[in-house]
């Protein structure tokens, strides 16, 4: 089994995480927008992270990868069966998936992508726009539907704690992290799904690599 993709990508981050949790053997290759093996291509026609190849099964998308991992694995319990719980799962993973990480995508890209990994300057502007005026609506919304259990479902720890928190790492990553106090609540839920160490030993990883 193999996920293609850099974890730096909140959709690859996600689709680790989620393995790792499923307690899944598969092996990390990296590729992407510069690159891979051809199997990569062959379940990615249009080079999006990630990519995943279990034996002959090749496909993208990190959701079809999960929906998949989650059929040929269903325990531990990630996707609530319960049907406003799984709809609620569904919603989060959608809200990480589409609105926090295109905000996220601003500022990570050109903060850290375009010079980091393209050698051009980025718009520092626009990812200064989107953590002044952006940002802090996610937070707001994140501060007032956080259960007081710190977990966004079911009172546990699920699919939609991955989603809304991998791109949110992918913006600490690029000096745009929770403020405690103007949102402590989130800062605090972000802390803790960050411990966990499927989670805990990417940022470490992630890290390193940047300030290599």
């Known amino acids: 089994m193999i996920i293609y993709g850099s974890t730096m990508s909140p959709y690859v981050r996600k ?20 690159g891979g093996p051809p199997e990569f291509k062959e379940a990615s026609p249009f080079g999006k992270m990630p990519g995943f190849k279990d034996g002959d099964f090749l496909i993208s998308d990190s959701t079809a990868i999960i929906t998949y991992l989650d059929t040929i ?22 809200f990480g998936d589409t609105i926090v990480a295109a905000c996220g995508g601003k500022i990570f890209f050109n903060r850290v992508v375009s ?25 707001d919304y ?56 499927a989670f805990a030993k990417l940022i470490a990883q992630e890290k390193a690599q940047l300030a290599a």
Not at 15 to 34: C, N, S
Not at 131 to 138: M, N, R, V
Not at 168 to 182: E, I, P, R, Y
């Open 115 to 139: 010079p980091k990994f393209f050698g051009r300057p980025g718009d520092l502007a626009a990812a200064d726009e989107a953590q002044k005026t952006e940002f802090p609506k996610l937070l």
């Open 142 to 197: 994140l501060e007032k539907v956080l259960p007081a259990s710190g977990y966004l479902v079911e009172d546990r720890f699920t699919l939609a704690d991955i989603a809304v928190v991998s791109p949110l790492v992918t913006m600490s990553l690029a000096d745009c992290s929770v403020d405690g106090g103007a949102h402590p609540r989130s800062a605090a839920y972000v802390a803790k799904i960050c411990e966990r160490p």
């Open 73 to 94: 694995k269903p325990e531990p319990n990630l996707i609530p069966t319960e049907a406003k719980a799984r709809a609620r799962t569904i919603w989060y993973e959608e």
């Open 15 to 34: 689709t680790v995480v989620f393995a790792t949790e499923k307690g899944l053997d598969f092996e990390l290759v990296m590729a992407g927008a510069q």
